[in-house]
């Protein structure tokens, strides 16, 4: 079993909705976790990070984080175009960070 | 601006060869990390130094090495022993010790002819 687990995608949505995106992850022992977003051909850029359990809301993402079941969420409201891009969660703790896959984006007009 | 800087952002390379990707960063961060990025696989480790002249081997270190002699850099050296180099490499930076916020580089791309 894969420390952080993401379903890949691609997920389409036309602009205006909301987006929920979501990783579980196997080890309790952590307290760290954060999304961060990718365009193509370009590295990584932190969006969120969380400690423990709880929400935590930025503009128009709330990132949420249930320690109870392992899940991690990542909600988009009012999605743009340029939201398309490929969201990867994380979870932090001791001298690195374990990633999941990665779930695809794309936001349609 | 402070920042990662990766060079070069495309290479090519012929079977063999060794190539070096240089990774130079002017945050004062301490820990500095390399990844590897492949479809369907997300971002897998293959080294990390928390201070100079240390490091450590990640998830996938075989057929790479790395140097840290200077606080600011942290080259990556694909060597002719890793069986399948052609990936996009991803240097980054601790921001925070404690939460291993890190800050990425925009990659370097390695094509292996």
């Known amino acids: 079993q894969k420390e952080v687990e993401q379903d890949p995608g691609p997920l389409s949505v036309p602009e205006g909705a909301i987006v929920s995106l979501n990783c579980t992850y196997s080890?309790?022992?952590?307290?760290?976790f954060m999304w961060y977003r990718q365009y193509s051909r370009k590295g990584p850029e932190l969006l969120m990070y969380?400690?423990?359990?709880g929400n935590k809301e930025d503009g128009r993402f709330t990132a949420q984080v249930d320690k109870s079941s392992k899940y991690i969420s990542l909600f988009i409201r009012d999605s743009q175009p340029s939201d398309s891009a490929t969201y990867l969660c994380?979870?932090?703790?001791?001298?690195?960070?374990?990633f999941g896959t990665g779930t695809q984006l794309k936001v349609e007009l | 601006d402070g920042g990662i800087t990766q060079s070069p952002k495309y290479l090519f390379r012929k079977e063999g060869q060794n190539v070096t990707l240089s990774c130079e960063q002017n945050?004062?961060?301490?820990?500095m990390y390399w990844y590897r990025q492949d479809p369907g696989q997300g971002l897998r480790l293959i080294y990390y130094?928390?201070?100079?002249?240390?490091?450590q081997k990640g998830d996938i270190a075989e057929g790479y090495s790395v140097s840290r002699e200077k606080k600011e850099s942290f080259p990556l050296t694909v060597t002719s022993a890793q069986k399948n180099p052609t990936a996009f490499y991803l240097c980054?930076?601790?921001?925070?010790?404690?939460?291993?916020?890190?800050?990425f580089g925009a990659g370097s791309r390695l094509t292996v002819l």
């Open positions: 994380a979870r932090g703790g001791g001298n690195k960070l374990t």
């Open positions: 945050l004062n961060h301490d820990a």
């Open positions: 980054a930076s601790n921001r925070d010790s404690g939460a291993n916020v890190l800050t």
């Open positions: 080890n309790s022992a952590f307290q760290y």
């Open positions: 130094s928390q201070i100079v002249n240390d490091f």
């Open positions: 969380t400690y423990s359990s």
